[in-house]
C-alpha cells in the first residue's frame, strides 16, 4: 500500500518516530501524479517547487522535534475556484486563464497554519457549473474506477485526486451537490459542512447563499480532522457564522446506538436505481444492527428543489459572475476599441456555454416582469424545503439516503441535455437550500462502481453525521477498496 | 407556448454583457425554454402565505469599527488587469 493510502494519525506516528520524511511525501505525490494524471486528469497547476521547499523546511522541524500542525506534512490539493496566493486560480475557466490571486483564501491559511503541504490546483466544471467535470474549459477529469466514466462534480478532480492515490485529501465546494456527487461517484467520502460553518473568504463566488467549502479523503475520520482546521468564524465573511466550533472527532467511537434514523421516501423512490436503494437498505441494516432504530419520513417539497435550486443558483451566479468583465483581471479580448463590446467580446470567448445558459437563466429569472413569477417563487418554495427537513430533523437524528440516484455515468452521455445533467443533483440539492450539513461515504458497488450513501443533520452538527459515518464505515470494507489504475 | 423568445434571449445576453450569434441564440432559446418550462412546475405549490427565504440562516448585518488598516498595495491590486497606466486600470474609451 502507498503511503499516501494511509491514515492521517499513521502518517503522523511515522513521521514523528522520523521513519519517514515529508520530502517522501511529497514525492510520493508527485511520483503518482506523474504515473496516473496522464489518464486521470485530476490537475490543472502544480505547486511542486513550493511544496519540496515547503516540505523541506517540516522535515528541517522534524529533526528539531518541531512537529506542529494538526496536518503536519500531508499532501492535499486545492479544488481551482480556492484561491491561492502566488498559484495560478483558474476555476477551470479560460476568461481566468492567466489569474494569480494576490491573497489566500481563509481555508487556504487553515490548511498552512496545520502545516499541510499544497500539492496543486484541481479540475472542476467551469466555476462550478456542472456535474460532470465537463464543462472545464481544459479538460475532462475522469473516474479512476473507470476511465471512460465521469468522476462527477463540479469538484471532480478533487474526488478524483483522492481516489487514485495522488493526495491524502483535497478541498472542494459544493453548491448543489459539488463534493458530495464525485464523492459517490469516486468513491470516496466527502464532507459539506452547514452553511456558514466554514469560511467562503476567497473562494470564488458562485451562488453565494448556497456555496460552501468541505473536505474530501478516504475515510470519515481523516475527513472530520481537515474540517477541524478549515471551520470556524471570519471576519471576512459576513455570512460567516459565529457559533462555538465543537471538536468533530469527539464522538466518532460513540457508536449509533438509540440513535433515531431518519429515511426519506421521496430518497428511495422513483427516479433512484433499484441497486442504489439495496446498497441504502443493506447499510441501514448495519447501523441497526449496530442499535440505531430507523423509519420511512417525507420530505413533500423535494421534488421541487432542482427548479428552484437552478432558478435562485442562476440568479445569484448572475449576478456574482458580471465581475468577470475583463477590467481588473482576467484575460482581456478588446478587437473593437469600445467599452460595452470589450465587455461582451471579453466574456463571449472567456466563458462556456454552460456558464452562458446559466447567466442567461438567472438574468431572465431576475429581470423586470418575470422576477415574481421565477426567483420570488423560487425563494418561497426554498422556505418550503427548510421547514420540511426542519420537521424531520427536530423528531429524528440523521437522515439517511443516497447521494446520487445512478452510479457515474460515460463521458459524454448527458452532455448536451441540461435537464438529464441537472438531476443527477436530485438528492443533494435540497440539502443545499435548507443549509444543512451532510456527508457522502462509501456503501458498495453496482455496476463495479462505488455508491454513495447520504447522512444529513440539523444544522452546525457535523459532529452526529461524522460519529454515524465512522460507526457504518468501521464495520465495513467499502472504504478499503482501491480503483485500480 | 413559448416561454422565452429568440428576441428575449438576444436582449437577456445584451442585459448580461454577453454577444450571440444567430446560431447560438436558436440553441440557447430552445435549451433555455425547456429549462423554465421545467422551472415552471413550482407553480404547482401553493406559496400564497410564503415568505420568501433568501438565506437560511439568522443573519444579522455584521459592523465593524471603521478602522484604517494595511491592505494590498496598489501594484498587488494592479497585478492582473489587463491594462493599466499611472497605477491605475485602463479601459476602451467610455466616451466617443
Redesign the interface.
Known amino acids: 500500500m502507498s503511503i499516501l493510502e494511509e491514515s492521517f494519525s499513521s502518517v503522523h506516528k511515522k513521521l514523528e518516530n522520523k521513519e519517514i520524511k515529508v520530502s517522501e511525501l511529497v514525492d510520493a505525490s508527485y511520483n503518482r501524479i506523474n504515473e496516473v494524471d496522464d489518464k486521470v486528469k485530476a490537475f490543472l497547476t502544480l505547486n511542486e517547487e513550493q511544496a519540496r521547499a515547503h516540505a523541506k523546511t517540516l522535515d528541517e522541524a522534524i529533526a528539531e522535534d518541531r512537529i506542529n500542525g494538526m496536518l503536519f506534512g500531508l499532501p492535499g490539493g486545492i479544488k481551482d475556484n480556492i484561491v491561492t496566493k502566488n498559484l495560478r486560480t483558474t476555476c477551470a475557466s479560460q476568461l481566468l486563464d492567466?489569474?494569480?490571486p494576490?491573497?489566500d483564501a481563509t481555508v487556504v491559511e487553515g490548511l498552512q497554519q496545520a502545516s499541510s503541504i499544497n500539492i496543486g490546483k484541481l479540475n472542476m466544471d467551469e466555476f462550478a457549473m456542472g456535474s460532470s467535470n465537463e464543462n472545464s474549459s481544459y479538460k475532462v477529469t475522469r473516474n479512476p474506477w473507470d476511465i471512460d466514466r465521469v468522476p462527477g462534480g463540479s469538484s471532480g478532480g478533487s474526488a478524483a485526486s483522492v481516489a487514485a492515490g495522488e493526495v491524502m485529501f483535497s478541498l472542494g465546494s459544493d453548491t448543489g451537490g459539488s463534493i458530495r456527487e464525485p464523492a459517490a461517484y469516486c468513491g470516496v467520502v466527502g464532507m459539506k459542512p452547514t452553511?456558514?460553518r466554514v469560511s467562503r473568504f476567497g473562494l470564488v463566488a458562485f451562488a453565494s447563499?448556497l456555496d460552501q467549502v468541505g473536505p474530501l479523503t478516504r475515510t470519515v475520520e481523516d475527513n472530520a480532522r481537515v474540517l477541524q482546521e478549515i471551520a470556524g468564524h471570519c471576519?471576512k465573511d459576513?455570512?460567516s457564522?459565529d457559533v462555538e466550533l465543537p471538536d468533530f472527532s469527539a464522538d466518532l467511537q460513540k457508536g449509533v446506538k438509540g440513535l433515531k434514523i431518519a429515511v426519506p421516501k421521496e430518497y428511495i423512490g422513483e427516479g433512484v436505481k433499484p441497486e442504489i436503494k439495496d446498497k441504502v437498505m443493506d447499510a441501514l441494516k448495519v447501523l441497526e444492527s449496530q442499535g440505531a432504530t430507523w423509519e420511512e419520513v417525507s420530505l413533500p417539497?423535494s421534488k421541487?428543489a432542482v427548479?428552484?435550486y437552478?432558478?435562485l443558483s442562476s440568479s445569484e451566479a448572475?449576478a456574482n459572475l458580471?465581475r468577470f468583465?475583463?477590467?481588473?483581471?482576467?484575460?482581456?479580448h478588446?478587437s473593437?476599441?469600445?467599452?460595452?463590446?470589450?465587455?461582451?467580446?471579453t466574456?463571449?470567448k472567456g466563458?462556456g456555454d454552460e456558464v452562458?445558459?446559466r447567466?442567461?437563466?438567472g438574468?431572465?429569472a431576475l429581470?423586470s416582469g418575470y422576477y415574481d413569477a421565477?426567483y420570488?417563487?423560487?425563494?418561497?418554495?426554498?422556505?418550503?424545503i427548510?421547514n420540511d427537513f426542519d420537521d424531520v430533523l427536530s423528531k429524528y437524528d440523521v437522515i439517511i439516503g443516497p447521494t446520487a440516484p445512478t452510479v457515474a455515468f460515460k463521458v459524454g452521455e448527458q452532455i448536451d441535455d441540461?435537464?438529464t445533467m441537472y438531476a443527477n443533483d436530485i438528492l443533494t440539492i435540497p440539502v443545499n437550500?435548507?443549509?444543512v450539513p451532510a456527508i457522502s461515504v462509501p456503501c458498495g458497488f453496482s455496476e463495479n462502481m462505488p455508491v454513495g450513501l447520504q447522512i444529513i443533520a440539523s444544522?452546525f452538527d457535523e459532529k452526529t453525521i461524522y460519529q454515524v459515518a465512522h460507526s457504518y464505515e468501521q464495520a465495513t470494507e467499502h472504504h478499503k477498496a482501491k480503483a485500480e489504475l | 407556448m413559448d416561454k422565452i423568445t429568440k428576441e428575449q434571449v438576444k436582449h437577456v445576453a445584451h442585459l448580461a454583457r454577453l454577444s450571440v450569434s444567430e446560431e447560438e441564440a436558436d440553441r440557447f432559446t430552445e435549451q433555455l425554454d425547456k429549462i423554465i418550462e421545467f422551472a415552471e412546475q413550482l407553480n404547482e405549490v401553493d406559496t400564497d402565505h410564503i415568505s420568501p427565504t433568501s438565506h437560511v440562516l439568522d443573519i444579522h448585518n455584521v459592523l465593524r469599527e471603521d478602522k484604517t488598516a494595511p491592505s494590498l498595495d496598489r501594484e498587488e491590486a494592479l497585478r492582473n488587469a489587463p491594462d493599466q497606466e499611472d497605477g491605475q486600470v485602463k479601459v476602451p474609451s467610455v466616451l466617443e
Not at chain 1, 336 to 345: A, F, G, P, R
Open positions: 492567466n489569474f494569480i494576490v491573497y452553511y456558514g447563499s471576519e459576513s455570512t457564522a417539497h421541487y427548479a428552484a437552478y432558478l448572475s458580471s468583465d475583463g477590467v481588473r483581471f482576467g484575460v482581456r478588446d473593437s476599441q469600445n467599452l460595452i463590446e470589450m465587455y461582451k467580446e466574456r463571449s466563458f452562458k445558459r447567466i442567461m437563466l438574468t431572465f429581470s421565477y420570488k417563487k423560487a425563494q418561497q418554495v426554498r422556505h418550503l427548510k441540461p435537464l437550500l435548507a443549509g444544522p
